[in-house]
């Protein structure tokens, strides 16, 4: 079965960091691109960042850019986020999603993990 | 880049069709087809339900179905069943200096 596992959320203060991670398995991992999906509370979803098969290409969304840093160990089958200087508009239950290719854009996000919970806050 | 556009409720009765539009602009609903559809229960994660404008994913009903003319994609669901209440979002590629964008999210309600 394939399957997604989030972990490392929690509360942390404004300015503060964070490292998010993603846990594989049911599929070769090596062969897709990653993705950070995240939803406010309340709110829709807002994409985050990607990474591809290799990690030659990476992505991320202007709100998140010079902040978040995305990467991947593929020997541990394992999708990270890095969170620095985090703000309260950062608070959001963050997934990680699978893209269907190696190489971005794959198009679409399947399936999905159950999120994690981060929550920045004083 | 801002969010694609989506109606924020749509209802229907139970066996009746209601569509869901999602709209963008030629840099990403109307330039590509790459959209897809995300079904998503409360405190649940999304599940992928139409990927490539209008391809099912094996296990998802065929009442689900997908299209799009110029900017606007849309998502109808036929025969409306009461599990079929949730929210909906659309996401598409886009050519802007991002890479994936979401629509604004539309809550089906089943009367």
């Known amino acids: 079965e394939v399957q997604l596992v989030e972990s490392g959320g929690g509360l942390v203060k404004p300015g503060g960091s964070l490292r998010l991670s993603c846990a594989a398995s049911?599929?070769?991992?090596?062969?897709?691109?990653m993705n950070w999906v995240r939803q406010a509370p309340g709110k829709g979803l807002e994409w985050v960042s990607s990474?591809?098969?290799?990690?030659?290409?990476?992505y991320y969304a202007d709100s998140v850019k010079g902040r978040f840093t995305i990467s991947r160990d593929n020997a541990k089958n394992s999708l990270y986020l890095q969170m620095n200087s985090l703000r309260a508009e950062d608070t959001a239950v963050y997934y990680c999603a699978r893209d269907p290719y190696s190489n971005l854009p794959g198009g679409w996000f399947d399936p999905w993990g159950q999120g994690t919970l981060v929550t920045v806050s004083s | 880049q801002s969010a694609l556009t989506q109606p924020a409720s749509v209802s229907g009765s139970p066996g009746q069709s209601i569509t869901i539009s999602c709209t963008g602009t030629s840099s990403d609903v109307g330039g590509y087809n790459y959209v897809s559809w995300y079904q998503q229960h409360p405190g649940k994660a999304p599940k992928l339900m139409i990927y490539e404008v209008s391809n099912r994913p094996s296990g998802v009903p065929d009442r689900f179905s997908g299209s799009k003319s110029g900017n606007t994609a849309s998502l109808t669901i036929s025969g409306l069943q009461a599990e079929d209440e949730a929210d909906y979002y659309c996401?598409?590629?886009?050519?802007?200096?991002?890479?994936?964008?979401f629509g604004t999210g539309t809550k089906v309600t089943v009367l």
């Open positions: 049911g599929f070769t991992f090596s062969s897709y691109s």
């Open positions: 996401s598409s590629y886009t050519s802007s200096s991002t890479l994936y964008v």
């Open positions: 990474i591809s098969s290799s990690s030659s290409y990476i």
